[in-house]
């Protein structure tokens, strides 16, 4: 193909800050190469218009390409704020992933469906064969230790195949996985098993991040102490003698032993479109985080579909999706996407620079990724360690690169374009959340001029508004991003309380969903997503609420209130500043700093360890007793003070600026 660099073509230099500035000055749009759209999955521009006219039939086509065991009866019943996909239908998403593949014929039976890759370098190759084995031999495990359709199970595992073998199996069976993030503390594992009342809980004896073991099965123990719904726990051998595990006679199996003689097939449940896939938490503004239920036919449909047309998959292509599987990036494009379309998808364990800071381009290099997505996050980070990494290595198979998870600065998306994408690859920014399931703002590679930091259109059969704060459309301007249409993949509850997902996403502007993010669409109608509006954190690109990060310093014996904001960071975008009171009023205790930090870290995981902790006497307040963060933020970032009227004692305010300027010395 033209758009692809010889093998012994120099390495494209590093867009320096010069370049970067030049190219952005010139405001040109980013068009990919003719060779480029003549290939690509969706090249016919009048998508957009035929899909805005009849939504249902845009989405029932892609509905057609999977399989199933009976048909559906009608694309949508909508009754706000409850939709129906495909309703009547039956299928299973393991057949669709893996069975559907083996049957199609030699070439795809004995493809590579994942690619594997640990920390310390091991490899594992599946096949759709293999894989279709192993998850057929774990259902039938998981069945012999009771699990049946509806019931819940928790899986907290590193990123290794048996996370994608477990969720599968799963799904063969009908029961519910909910997978919970390796990161996560034993404290917030528990939360979730309760919550979801799980019957199993599958899990490793550690796993690796840079260089050093995360004792999984350890932490499993201490979460599993208070755990009563949990019957059985399989786990997985991950290492050697590097992780000594308990077992617990009765409760506790090895995850090879039960695999030993278990049949090699299990029949699918055939499942109604509507039953539930997963739950998968999510943080909200409350401290508790939310349960996000999806469902089966429409969840897959939108990411078949996202998958084909985003990432312009063929079936050559190599894709690797390096978000973990903890998040819903990693269920629904290192799983269940590319599975549905047939994709060979890469999985990697470890850290980004271990052993140095080149192991994505070594991997990528190695095992010849043609599409590669990630987040801003981990670019900053690229960026900063320098061009040198990258160019050590030959991208040139590289054809198309994506990004997800927080907005991406114009700067960073040249860099990225330029020195990874080495000019020649469309850059896919993808907007979408947990709650919506796969992505709904988006460029269609082979159709969409770029700008580098917009998300550009909703993605075909996708509506979505920027309204003012009366819920009024905005043609060109800022406001909230909302949705006007309900889609295949979306949200079907918050596990166990209606009333919350009613309240969360369709009370602020009646009959549209609401992101919890602001937007503004420009005059040539781009969209360009400007961060959450309300008290959610994106700390390198997780998602964590203000509350929880509260209530986790207010357990502390030590602490009377706190209030949690955050600060732009150069890397993770944003990072944690808490301010916390004490119980035995003011004073700067600096060993209790350290204390705090380590007990957000016990009882959410390290990911919301705050960078920042600052004690105050007081904390800002309105008459009515509620904090004012915004206030917070503007001192935390050295801001000029918003608006005080509402303030109950302004002089709080000064001696929190004191203070905080203190302690940034
Ligand atoms: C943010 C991750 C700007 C946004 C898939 C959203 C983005 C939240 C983008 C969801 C993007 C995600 N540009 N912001 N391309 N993608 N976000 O649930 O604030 O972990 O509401 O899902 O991430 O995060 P979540």
Redesign the pocket.
Known sequence: MKARRKQTAPPPPEAGEARIAALLAEKRLFKASAAFRRQANCRDPNVYARSARRPLEFWAAWARELEWARPWKKVLEWKPPQAKWFVGGKLNASVNCLDRHVRAGSRRRTKAALLWEGEPGDRRTYTYWDLYREVNQFANVLKRLGIRKGDRVAIYLPLIPEAAISMLACARLGAIHSVVFGGFSAEALKDRINDARAKLLITADGGYRRGSVLPLKQYADEALAACPSIENVVVVKRGGQEFPVHIREGRDHWWHRLLQDAPAWCPPEAMDSEDALYILY?SGTTGKPKGIVHTTGGYLVGCLATTRWVFDLKEDDVFWCTADIG???GHSYTVYGPLAAGTTTVMYEGAPDWPARDRFWDICERLGVTVFYTA?TAIRAFMKWGAEHIQKHDLSRLRLIG??????NPEVWVWYHETVGGGRCPVV????????GHIL??PLPGLTALKPGS?TFPFPGIAAEVVDAHGKPVAVGGGYLVLTRPWPGMLRGIWGNPERYRAAYWSRFPGLYF???GAKKDKDGYFW????VDD?L?VA???IGTAEVESALVDHKAVAEAAVVGVPHEVKGEAIAAFVTLKDGTGHYDELVEELKEHVVKKIGALARPERIIFSADLPKTRSGKIMRRLLRDIATGRALGDVTTLADPSVLDTLKGRYAEDAE
């Not at 997503?529 to 959450?532: C, T």
């Open positions: 999510t998040w819903v990036t801003p990004t997800v998870g927080e907005p991406i920014d993808t907007w979408w959340q947990t709650e919506t703002i988006t998300a992101t919890g993010d997503l400007l961060g959450r959610v994106n690109g997780h998602r």
